[in-house]
Every structure is written in structure tokens, then in C-alpha cells.
């Protein structure tokens, strides 16, 4: 093979597919933006057509994804040195990051404009703060300056339910704000116990997560924290008009699970074996899947059940 020939043959394998633009959006992360901002949908006391409600959660999910894509091109240089994100399109060399910016921002712009027109205007401007949001505050300001980044920047990643509330009411009220704080009170433990097991990973790109700036041992205990608050607030939401006898008993097993999960990342031995202590705290992420997807879930089955007298207190 000539040297022209490898080197087309070495474009051609480092072209873009759909697949590369697809990563970019951040699929996992859309996933949860899609189904929570559902459930804020479907929970809001006035129904929408199908259409509306099918157009608001996929313009909500193109925002979502653009807000991905506006991620990955900011976070190029540091997504290049750690190894959970090193394959990501940017640093692997699929898309260069002008082009990331430049779908990022016509996503962002669609996503605004056609959900205003789908839904209200209300809708299309909170989707429109919620990724200026993420991308400047979260990503350009916290994540890098302080180790308060996930706590203060889980907001964005908590506006979803809320979007969905807004585009079936065009108004807010104080259930969408419920889900809200479940879902940002929830945040903290869910990316700490990540950041405990992919630690060498924010150390080696000087992001200032907590375990980086406090250590272990503090996150560990700030993971028990924040749990406790949440349990009390998860709870709590069961007596609320998104709540119910279901999601109060899904609630109650699942925290009661969650805070025994805190309990035993809190009371690691620091002198125990790195693989000892990965399990536990692994298990735990796990876990805080789990635990928000059956909340939602609880809170969506009952919206679906109340127009049959069965949902709600």
C-alpha cells in the first residue's frame, strides 16, 4: 500500500458517522432528560394531545443533546487525558471540535425555537435557560473552579420535569419544583460515589471534584449527607399532588435501601484494598440509577392512574 493510500484509507477510518454525532449528544445523559421530563409531562394536571406532548419531549431531548454536544467541545482537552471519556468523538479524533460547536449551537437553537412553537413560549425559554445553564455555568464556570461543581451545577440536569410541566400548564406550581429538588438532591451522592472509584481520572485533569479537594474520607461523608436529606425529601414528595400510596411505598424501600448504601461507603476503611472499596462504591452508583428511575416511575404510574380514581391520596 502507498503512502497516499494509507493516508486516504486513514481519513476514511477517521470519518464521522452517525454514530460519532450521536455520541455527541450524550445519549445516556438524554435518556434521563427524556424520561423525567416525561413524567413532569404526563404528571401536570392538564393533558396535552399526543403530538404536542411527543414534539415537547423531543425538542426537550434535542436541547438535552445539544447541551452534550456544547459539553464535549468545551471539555475537549480534558475529556483527552481521562480515561472514561478519552474514546469520546472530540478526543478520538472523529469530530473536530469546531464542528461540535457549530451542531451544538443549530441544535440549541432548534430545540428552543421548536418547542416554543410546539408548546408556549414559556417552555422554549426555560429549555433555552436550562442549556445556557449547563454550558456556561456548570461546564464553563463550576466544573473547573470548584468543588462545589456537581452540587450547584446538578440544577441543569434537574430542569427537565420541569420543562415538561411548564409545556403541558405554560406555568409552574410547586409539584414540577418537587421533582426538581428530588432530582438535584439526588445528583451530589450519585456523581461522588462515580468520582470515588474513577478518582485518578479528575486527578489527572485537574478537575476539582471533592475527592480531589477534600479526599475520600469527606466525600464519603458528605455522600451519607446528602442521602439522608434526600430520604427525607423523597418521602416527603409522597404526600405531595404528584404522590400516592405507591410511590410512598416505593419511596420508603428504596431510601431505606439508598441510606444503608450511604452508611456502608461512609464506614470504609481507608486502609482497605482499592478493589474492596471499588465494589462497594460501584455498587452503590448502581444503585442511584435504580433509585431515580422507580421514583419517577412511581410518580408517572400514579399520574396515569388518577383519571381512574386509583392514583393519588
Known amino acids: 500500500m502507498t503512502d497516499a493510500s494509507l493516508h486516504a484509507s486513514?481519513?476514511?477510518?477517521?470519518e464521522a458517522s452517525f454514530g460519532d454525532y450521536f455520541a455527541l449528544l450524550k445519549p445516556r445523559v438524554m435518556s434521563l432528560v427524556v424520561f423525567?421530563?416525561?413524567?413532569?409531562?404526563?404528571?401536570?394536571?392538564?393533558?396535552v394531545h399526543p403530538v404536542v406532548g411527543f414534539c415537547a419531549i423531543l425538542f426537550i431531548a434535542i436541547g438535552g443533546g445539544a447541551?452534550?454536544?456544547?459539553?464535549?467541545?468545551?471539555?475537549?482537552?480534558?475529556?483527552?487525558?481521562?480515561k472514561r471519556t478519552r474514546k469520546r468523538p472530540i478526543p478520538a479524533g472523529?469530530?473536530?471540535?469546531?464542528?461540535?460547536?457549530?451542531?451544538?449551537?443549530?441544535?440549541?437553537?432548534?430545540?428552543v425555537i421548536m418547542l416554543a412553537l410546539a408548546t408556549n413560549i414559556f417552555a422554549g425559554a426555560f429549555l433555552a435557560f436550562t442549556i445556557f445553564f449547563y454550558v456556561v455555568i456548570y461546564t464553563m464556570w463550576l466544573k473547573r473552579s470548584t468543588p462545589q461543581n456537581i452540587v450547584i451545577g446538578g440544577a441543569a440536569g434537574a430542569f427537565?420535569?420541569?420543562?415538561?410541566?411548564?409545556?403541558a400548564t405554560g406555568s409552574m406550581s410547586l409539584e414540577p419544583w418537587l421533582m426538581f429538588a428530588?432530582?438535584?438532591?439526588?445528583?451530589?451522592?450519585?456523581?461522588?460515589?462515580?468520582?470515588?472509584?474513577m478518582r485518578s481520572d479528575y486527578d489527572d485533569a485537574g478537575v476539582p471534584m471533592l475527592t480531589v479537594t477534600h479526599g475520600r474520607r469527606k466525600t464519603r461523608l458528605h455522600i451519607l449527607a446528602y442521602t439522608g436529606l434526600l430520604a427525607i425529601l423523597a418521602v416527603g414528595t409522597a404526600f405531595s399532588g404528584i404522590g400516592g400510596p405507591l410511590y410512598l411505598a416505593v419511596a420508603l424501600v428504596m431510601n431505606g435501601l439508598f441510606l444503608h448504601g450511604a452508611w456502608k461507603i461512609?464506614?470504609?476503611?481507608?486502609?482497605?484494598?482499592?478493589?474492596?472499596?471499588?465494589?462497594?462504591e460501584r455498587s452503590f452508583f448502581k444503585l442511584s440509577l435504580l433509585y431515580l428511575f422507580l421514583h419517577f416511575g412511581a410518580i408517572m404510574v400514579e399520574a396515569l392512574l388518577k383519571p381512574y380514581g386509583l392514583g393519588g391520596w
Request: hydrophobic share 50%.
Open 94 to 111: 472523529k469530530i473536530a471540535a469546531s464542528e461540535a460547536l457549530s451542531f451544538g449551537i443549530a441544535l440549541s437553537g432548534l430545540s
Open 67 to 82: 447541551s452534550g454536544a456544547l459539553n464535549m467541545w468545551w471539555d475537549a482537552d480534558i475529556d483527552r487525558i481521562m
Open 160 to 167: 427537565p420535569p420541569v420543562i415538561g410541566w411548564i409545556a
Open 266 to 280: 461512609s464506614r470504609r476503611d481507608e486502609d482497605m484494598s482499592e478493589e474492596d472499596n471499588f465494589k462497594v
Open 36 to 47: 423525567t421530563a416525561l413524567v413532569g409531562l404526563l404528571a401536570a394536571p392538564e393533558g
Open 10 to 14: 486513514t481519513l476514511h477510518e477517521d
Open 182 to 197: 428530588l432530582t438535584f438532591m439526588w445528583t451530589p451522592p450519585h456523581f461522588w460515589a462515580l468520582a470515588l472509584f
